[in-house]
């Protein structure tokens, strides 16, 4: 990605009069002056997507996201096709004048922050996996 | 008292509630402006906001004046609908934690094309994702604009139609042209603040009457008595359902726009690169969450409360169904709550058109303007931002003649429903695609962005809301719509001859799934 800032660099050339500290330098740079495209070199991407630990890692987030995405879908459709289709069982009281339509549609509520609450559980194990490869490759997260 | 002098003293407390509001609102876009400088600070407040901040932020984002006082009448004179009707707001978050929230903190900078472009040809791309935030952007804020001022009639007598656009219109280009980001959030987390006290404190003085036993509360609204369009006295149980849905495949076809479009919606997105990182944007959708979730479940209290305690009839003949929730708050708490819940609702109207105006010009600037013209380089040192500045003025003073046009009498309902349905069938699908699908390409996103937006167009075009007779029987087109998207995005991948670039995908999969070389937070 090219960054939208082009800064011209002003310094003179180097060994000019107002040259104090010498621009060429030996050795890498130091962490915190990399701009983001020096940051790892290119090579490194492929190396890190070809590790085991991160495809394990891409696996064991895809094995919750994909079910649960599901599961959520399904779970929100069954009530507009409960409601439309079977008005009947959906009149069913459950508690009081509560009726099964306001149950299961105030049931979606808490499906959706339990879901929430267990991905954030495991992402958490995620962020762990992913400091752990970061650091097996020597790259600073932040 | 007479009940006029009454009302008036209500509406002036309202008014000045109301300048509070924007005195408040001011002084923040004036401490922003003062403080901001650069384009991540602009775009993104820095990156800087914490995960409750930005999940207050997008609740008051995306929680618009449609909900509040659409679902709160909508429920108060038909009943379960209205709730049912809530559901999918909330649900929608779970695309988002999922599917797009973290991916794109790590991959993007300011916009959602910018992971759409990550591994494509960029051109092309960020021209077509533009096109659709802005329509996107600009059909949400124009519905938005004509609620905003046939609400301020209702609410402020003596305020025109006219004047309260020409207000709305002025203030979010005043926000989003001198404070940026920064100055935006801040409006959206005051206004989540207040809704969401408005929201808790009409549903304690509603449940107070009913010494709050929820059995009793739910039994009163199994009888409301109304009266029929033809002068009948019908008696009916709120909490059946179908009262005014009849058709199911209407629901199914809303629910599809809601769930996969709120992941889509622009101003929602470009909310994400303002914390430091994918952890805090996922701590941040979880806030929000919270906070949409518990406004949305206490719509029971506030609509229904409303059918049970003034009956639809009196809702009826005070305004309307859109002054339900005020209306309620009049007649629990007197004309003081009833103004501070009316300048609660315009404050949530301000909040709104706040954060799309700023995707939009975001989106102008960073895609169109500079990548899509200028091959991603800026001419001159702050262009990007001088050019998001002056669209945020063009977009607003667009959005103002164009609502005036239209006039009060318009029905713009549809516009919202068609801002979820061009999200969920152009953006969605395309994101979807270069984050999961190694074989992806250019032409592939560009048919699908096109195909989903103009699909959502033309089927609204011809759906019940334009046509006596129409040829597509669905209110929202997204049943058919989103397939097609994803469709097209498919079909013109395999149809092209372009080879992906794999290395593209490579790196993009380790920064979205990895966050290294994500855009950092400002220092101070």
């Known amino acids: 990605m090219s960054s939208p800032h082009e800064d011209k660099d002003h310094t003179p050339t180097v060994g000019s009069q107002t040259d104090i500290a010498p621009l060429g330098r030996s050795g890498p740079k130091p962490e915190h002056e990399r701009t983001a495209d020096e940051d790892i070199d290119p090579v490194q991407w492929s190396r890190i997507a070809d590790d085991a630990d991160f495809k394990a890692l891409v696996r064991r987030k895809l094995r919750l996201i994909v079910p649960a995405t599901l599961f959520f879908i399904v779970y929100y459709f069954l009530l507009p096709i409960g409601v439309g289709w079977f008005p009947g069982l959906m009149e069913k009281k459950v508690w009081g004048a509560v009726n099964l339509a306001y149950a299961y549609a105030l049931s979606q509520f808490f499906m959706a922050w339990i879901l929430a609450g267990i991905y954030v559980a495991a992402a958490a194990g995620w962020d762990r996996s992913e400091h752990a490869l970061l650091r097996k490759f020597g790259v600073q997260h932040r | 008292m007479s009940p006029l002098p009454l009302a008036a003293a209500g509406s002036q407390t309202s008014l000045w509630i109301f300048l509070a509001f924007v005195a408040a609102t001011l002084v923040i876009t004036w401490y922003s402006a003062r403080k901001s400088s650069g384009a991540s600070a602009y775009f993104a407040a820095g990156r800087r906001i914490t995960g409750w901040q930005n999940g207050l932020a997008v609740a008051g984002d995306y929680m618009s004046a449609a909900s509040f006082l659409g679902i709160a009448g909508m429920i108060a004179t038909n009943g379960y609908d209205g709730f049912m009707y809530s559901v999918g707001f909330l649900v929608a978050y779970l695309t988002v934690l999922f599917v797009v929230a973290e991916p794109l903190r790590n991959a993007g900078k300011y916009t959602m094309a910018d992971v759409l472009a990550y591994r494509l040809k960029p051109r092309p791309v960020r021209a077509a994702a533009s096109l659709s935030t802005l329509t996107v952007s600009i059909f949400y804020m124009i519905a938005q604009m004509v609620g905003a001022g046939v609400l301020v009639r209702q609410l402020i007598p003596g305020v025109s139609y006219e004047l309260a656009v020409i207000g709305v219109g002025i203030l979010m280009v005043i926000y989003v042209v001198f404070g940026g980001m920064l100055a935006t959030t801040w409006v959206q987390i005051i206004k989540a603040v207040l809704l969401m006290g408005g929201s808790i404190l009409l549903s304690i003085l509603v449940l107070q009457?009913?010494?709050?036993?929820?059995?009793?509360?739910?039994?009163?609204?199994?009888?409301?008595?109304?009266?029929?369009?033809?002068?009948?006295?019908?008696?009916?149980?709120?909490?059946?359902?179908?009262?005014?849905?009849?058709?199911?495949?209407?629901?199914?076809?809303?629910?599809?726009?809601?769930?996969?479009?709120?992941?889509?919606?622009?101003?929602?997105?470009?909310?994400?690169?303002?914390?430091?990182?994918?952890?805090?944007?996922?701590?941040?959708?979880?806030?929000?969450?919270?906070?949409?979730?518990?406004?949305?479940?206490?719509?029971?209290?506030?609509?229904?409360?409303?059918?049970?305690?003034?009956?639809?009839?009196?809702i009826a003949t005070n305004g309307g169904t859109n002054m339900a929730a005020p209306e309620l708050a009049r007649f629990l708490g007197g004309e003081i709550f009833f103004a501070f819940i009316c300048a609660v609702a315009f404050a949530t109207i301000l909040a709104v058109v706040a954060g799309l105006t700023i995707s939009a010009s975001t989106s102008f600037a960073h895609d169109f303007f500079v990548n899509v013209l200028h091959h991603g380089k800026e001419q001159k040192a702050g262009e990007e931002v001088r050019v998001a500045r002056i669209t945020a003025f063009v977009v607003g003073a667009l959005a103002i003649v164009i609502a005036i046009i239209l006039g009060p009498s318009v029905n713009v309902a549809f516009l919202v429903g068609l801002a979820f349905a061009v999200a969920a069938s152009a953006n969605l699908p395309v994101m979807i695609f270069s984050l999961y699908w190694k074989r992806f390409?250019?032409?592939?996103?560009?048919?699908?962005?096109?195909?989903?937006?103009?699909?959502?167009?033309?089927?609204?075009?011809?759906?019940?809301?334009?046509?006596?007779?129409?040829?597509?029987?669905?209110?929202?087109?997204a049943l058919v719509s989103v397939p097609l998207g994803f469709l097209g995005a498919w079909l013109g991948t395999i149809l092209s001859k372009e080879k992906p670039d794999e290395a593209k995908f490579t790196e993009l999969m380790v920064r979205a799934n990895t966050g290294l070389g994500a855009e950092k937070a400002s220092a101070h």
Request: glycine share 10%; proline share 6%.
């Open chain 2, 441 to 477: 390409n250019t032409t592939g996103a560009v048919t699908g962005l096109l195909v989903g937006l103009s699909s959502s167009i033309i089927l609204i075009l011809v759906s019940p809301d334009f046509m006596k007779e129409p040829l597509f029987p669905l209110k929202n087109p």
């Open chain 2, 209 to 314: 009457r009913y010494d709050f036993d929820l059995g009793k509360f739910f039994s009163s609204l199994t009888a409301i008595t109304s009266t029929t369009a033809d002068g009948q006295s019908v008696t009916r149980n709120f909490l059946t359902p179908g009262l005014i849905f009849k058709n199911p495949w209407d629901q199914i076809s809303l629910g599809m726009a809601l769930l996969l479009g709120t992941a889509g919606l622009p101003h929602i997105l470009i909310r994400f690169y303002t914390v430091p990182d994918a952890k805090t944007a996922r701590a941040s959708v979880v806030w929000a969450m919270i906070i949409i979730g518990l406004f949305y479940i206490m719509t029971t209290f506030f609509g229904f409360g409303a059918a049970s305690l003034l009956g639809p009839d009196h």
